[in-house]
C-alpha cells in the first residue's frame, strides 16, 4: 500500500460499501454499509478483505450514497477513493457532496 509506506498521516480511515438495494430507493440506510471507522490501517485491510461481491450486469448503481456517506465520517481534509463497475443512479445527490467535500476541504 503506497499511502502506508510513504508515511501519511491519515488519522481515520472509512471504509464504505453501497449496492443497489432497491430500484427507486434513495434512503442511503438499505443501499450503503459504513464497515468500520478506525485510526489503525491494519484493521482498515481487514475490513477491506472481508468485502465480496456478485452479480453485476444491472448498470447504474448507488456510488452517490456511499460517497456522501463516506464524506459524512472523514474528517477535515480527508482522503476519499471510490472504486466501482458502474456510473451512479443518485447524481441529484451531487450538489450535497460538493458542498460537503467543500466545507471539509476534501
Known amino acids: 500500500?503506497?499511502?502506508?509506506e510513504?508515511?501519511?498521516n491519515i488519522?481515520?480511515?472509512v471504509l464504505?460499501?453501497?449496492k443497489d438495494n432497491k430500484a427507486n430507493l434513495f434512503d442511503h440506510e438499505d443501499n450503503t454499509n459504513l464497515?468500520?471507522?478506525?485510526k489503525y490501517v491494519n484493521k482498515f485491510n481487514?475490513?477491506?478483505n472481508k468485502i465480496s461481491f456478485s452479480g453485476g450486469g444491472d448498470r447504474p448503481e448507488r456510488a452517490t450514497q456511499g460517497i456522501l456517506l463516506t464524506l459524512e465520517n472523514l474528517p477535515m481534509y480527508?482522503?476519499?477513493l471510490v472504486f466501482t463497475d458502474h456510473q451512479t443512479k443518485d447524481v441529484g445527490l451531487l450538489d450535497e457532496i460538493i458542498a460537503l467535500r467543500n466545507k471539509k476541504k476534501i
Do not use: D, E, P
Request: proline share 0%; glycine share 4%.
Open 1 to 4: 500500500n503506497k499511502i502506508v
Open 6 to 8: 510513504k508515511n501519511y
Open 11 to 13: 488519522r481515520r480511515w
Open 16 to 18: 464504505t460499501t453501497f
Open 35 to 38: 464497515r468500520i471507522i478506525t
Open 46 to 48: 481487514a475490513s477491506l
Open 78 to 80: 480527508g482522503l476519499a
